[in-house]
């Protein structure tokens, strides 16, 4: 059958074959004095032991929405030397015109690959890794300060290097004390260290979630349904050195697989920017019923559990508040003492909002009530 | 608020953030006599203007459900020699391993990469890369040849090379005479050139449907709701030089963005296969309605128009038969003369099935009444 | 195998089977003065022909994240009328307490169905729809008109009732004429009716696009990659008297599969509340390319293509803003006269937004230079 | 800008807004001597107290790819009696030509509602529903059983009825002994009653998973991820009566959200004819790998855990086959033993099939060494 022009057309469209090549805006809120920062500070590539080019890295991060990464190429492991001849700062300078294009703000850095004590640590807001190309740790550790570095321990607790436990090293406290270790990650990849998150909150390092990506990022991370781990930066502008002094200030949130880590303060202001309450004209008595519409502006799906019981009236055990959507909760007056309530208070757990192991972040809604 | 275990579980399975390191299989049938073999013979990686490391392609290759594939990087072009230091083989080498250990069919190639004419020209079934290095394409090719070469003109209407028209020439032609010119893509990446299915059917040409991938594949084609394109090869068995005697046999059919290009006979063989009809004890009288249920159990969606008005009967217009979906169609005798036919005859048009430009397979259907 | 813990805790979750009860907020913006709320005013219960109750369809309105609805089951036509026993307003009654809980606004509606001319035509806002049984059409009319109504005529290019043309009848005229006719459906479930969009312009009718629906709505619509057709209706508040004064005064544009139709003022101000622009530091010279990110902020895919050449430098032929995505333009200077140039004009044709029959809006952006 | 001739087709094709209107293959395979047949037998329309009309039971039956269901409107709970007017068979009758027209089997039903004890009864295969509309319990159930019924305890842990517990009444165990209780509900909706699966295997009861549906199928259950609960008959062939005989014979799994529960024997042949296993060439040798491939050609993801120690190899602690993918299984010789072992037996924990309370089916493979 000879085929009119609508199938050529059709033919020529193809609209699915082609992945979007547009960037997904990531919807977390800004919270009041800072911009919140989508960022990856731990990202290899082939300059060491990852299978992409640094220019991938950064075409991945615009396409997530990300707004800053840091390039992490191992100083000491570098499986493709047999092929690739190049020096430390190589993969940055490769990838910075197509960050600077694409207005992704690329961080220089370098993971300083030993083994434990002190393990692998990242050095961020370097210049020159080359220099850091040294046979002592501590050799290195000090030339990346001089640098002005940032210096995170990534992966505390990884089995290959603590198979059994997840310690805390004297050779840590002197780093420590030295000001050679400013951060840890509480979550490398898809392991979550509640260890780390102790430390940090006692030793008060700044807390970090990294990808910690090897291969392309589709192949380690379902981009559909969940997301890459990263570290939101709450950061005066979108600068780097706004990005430095943030970090340096502890002002950070764990953003992993629809939890977030973090700070109580930082994560009750991200709940409440993240939502709009919205009453119709309430008056609640006793036994009767009324709704609260609360909708979710942000990309997480929040859980709530009630954390104590509701004085006057009833409220749900457990709420979905998910992304994008509203949920219509609905309150019944259990005494007379409601008919005189002028504001009416529940207290829920955000069993998803984490700020210390097992333990999670109460929030507290105030509802106007006539 | 403490958490209860629940919440830690929940915390340590996150289901969703790993992306499935498992392989999907492709849905789309043998035929009598040979297995249908989904292949991809153009491929590119950091050896030359890829991105992605040579074990990337293999990794891809097994998650998307491929049998084989050739990696091509250019012998011409490689404009990352300023940091990787390699020969033409290494690629090649660098991927065997994991696809032996993947049973990927990893077949040697590279890309002879030209001005037009003759442009660039894919040799597969290789030994030995590094002699192809020559000045003189023609001396190439025919070390090409005396490597046992199999010859692909690729992308012959790419617009960087011919921007205005997709011509044939001269120089294909004695290509051609001399026997250094085997096959020709169809469709590259996401271009369709109709002037090479006719040079292909004139001039007896293997048709080939190849990604050309550069990137991270994920990057480049949307795997969720289409996928790359593809060769499938009816080949005697899932072996290398199964696949290098299909080729020669010009036994091939394009798969691109839920389309089938190539000879009737393999489409008629293809659609057949992955449909199953089953119509209830039908007896269909003048005035009547009776069904048939016609199962569809590939990855392809096709789309049916009728070709042919149906003789003593009516039936739809349009069918859609949706990839692991039934359709009910519905029969209505229109004359007396279906009160003692024996055999209900349709004739559709596929039209996602082209043998020629701007011409779609028909297939006709025979349901047995009474 | 023994099970433990973690295995009895994930069969009590089932996250999956569960759909979601949570409403999804249609990210379309207001216009300034007007918010814009999302309606449906032509909708079907087992009251008339339709096969759900009518609660479901303020469940499902509040599902998909409607305002306003109108259950206008038919006057004439009860084929359930054997199993159902009520009057015309019960669907309605029915309707109001659950729609009255979810704050959806519910307007009562009926079908007045009959033979061509006039066809079928809806009033909207009655009191008692019980009057409207009325063996001559304008008696019913006339009953509508006495009790408030709006009156919309429905799907006028309804195959039905029209096979080969699409024809404005002189009982139309004279509805007109005497002020029982104030709307048409220019988009009827999945069909669009050109002739009716230029009728509206022409005949300073108000445009609407309704689901018509009978089944569940999941049934008919996908619901997931697209949305029942919607009229969005430009009110001065969310209240039903304010969807009758914005009907009145012609504020309406149709939502239908991604495309939207209507005045090209309010789709000019609907493209321009949607996006936000985000140009770096620009110093555009001869020679030079820099970029501008668009943000698309809502639900709508918008499809550009250059409408008028460009001065001084070139843009892209065609842009895709993706819902909730950005889109790096890369604008790049093609003559001295940039060098000087305040402002870079660029002027696209937003195909999916329609404003008579093959015509497309224009918008023009306005980009400061240095 | 006056449109192009491609926008308006695409105006018309407009392929998302249209749900697809075909039935999706639910691919559970057969299992020998007996087809798989997906049945509901709990399932409520507007006649009851369900919100949809019953042609729409039969609809999502054969989208979702049933083939059997019974709609078991109740006798004595009928909350819409002020606008229905209809006897107990009348749903049945309304839904059955469409039922013959689609080729899905529907068995007539019925629920028996009472306050515990004994609860709600469903009675299928019925007659003449009117018939059991009888103040006492036991005369209904006597006439269910003269027409052949046979009878199920719905939903035996309903907090409704037993808030607190779930417990067996003396009552049913003289239901029992009078042979008018011949099966249970171990899966309601999204209840999983763990003692009702217990009393199954003790008192020799057939066991069942059924929606208990009530609104719109698509506002209970995410179909796109997940699947409404059914129960899985093996019957001798494809018909009504074969059904019945294969609930006497107590030959059915229950199917619910991704889980399968039931009689060890029956799951095990699901598991074994849903996966096809290909090793390569395997001679296997302390200190060496091979692989082994298996693909699962099911609609289920399997979920295995290793229930006991390979001897002479390692094999992975975890294994997941994914619905329709393969998953590469390396198994690793860890003595000198393997070298001469003939076959390598591997014991594993299938995590979602069920077999009692706590309890998951193991599964043994032998795969051939050499």
């Known amino acids: ?24 805006e ?7 004095g800072y911009v919140t920062l989508k960022c990856d500070f731990h990202i290899h590539t082939v300059f060491s032991d990852g299978s992409v080019w640094p220019t991938v890295r950064v075409e991945e991060a615009w396409l ?12 000491e492991y570098l499986p493709h030397s047999a092929d690739i ?7 940055y300078e490769i990838a910075l015109p197509l960050a600077e294009s694409k207005n992704i703000i690329l961080i220089q850095g370098t993971e300083i690959t030993r083994d434990m004590p002190p393990g692998h640590l990242n050095a961020l807001f370097i210049k020159n890794a080359n220099l850091l190309d040294r046979e002592n740790v501590n050799d290195a550790l000090r030339e990346a300060k001089s640098q002005g570095a940032f ?38 990849e898809t392991s979550y260290y509640p260890e780390a998150l102790i430390w940090a909150n006692t030793k008060n390092l700044t807390i970090f979630g990294n990808s910690d990506i090897h291969s392309p990022i589709n192949m380690q991370y379902d981009l559909i349904r969940s997301h890459r781990p990263m570290t939101l930066v709450f950061a005066k502008e979108r600068t780097k050195s706004s990005i430095k002094e943030a970090l340096i200030g502890h002002r950070t949130v764990i953003y992993f697989d629809n939890k977030l880590i973090g700070k109580a303060r930082y994560l009750e202001l ?8 919205n009453n119709l004209p309430m008056n609640l008595k006793n036994q009767d019923s009324k709704s609260v519409l609360i909708t979710n502006n942000s990309d997480i799906d929040y859980d709530l559990e009630l954390a104590q019981p509701s004085i006057g009236f009833e ?16 309150l019944t007056g259990n005494s007379d003492e409601v008919n005189n309530m002028k504001n009416l208070r529940m207290v829920y757990s955000v069993t998803n909002m984490i700020t210390e192991p097992e333990m999670a972040l109460n929030v507290t809604f105030e509802i106007t009530n006539r």
Not at 7 to 19: A, D, G, P, R
């Open 26 to 32: 990531i919807r977390i809120p800004d919270i009041p």
């Open 315 to 330: 409220c749900p055990e457990k709420i979905k508040l998910k992304a994008h959507h509203s949920s219509l909760i609905e």
């Open 270 to 277: 991200l709940f409440f920017e993240s939502i709009s309450i």
């Open 85 to 91: 001849i190049a020096d430390h700062n190589r993969s």
């Open 1 to 24: 059958m000879r085929l009119k022009n609508l199938f050529l057309l059709i033919l020529l469209t193809h609209t699915f074959i082609l992945n979007a090549q547009q960037r997904k």
């Open 64 to 75: 997530e929405g990300l707004d800053a990464i840091s390039i992490t190429d191992h100083i």
């Open 151 to 188: 210096i995170i321990w990534n992966h505390p607790g990884w089995k290959n290097q603590q198979p059994d436990t997840t310690l805390w090293w004297e050779e840590h406290t002197i780093l420590r004390q030295n000001n050679l270790l400013h951060g840890i990650e509480v979550v490398n």
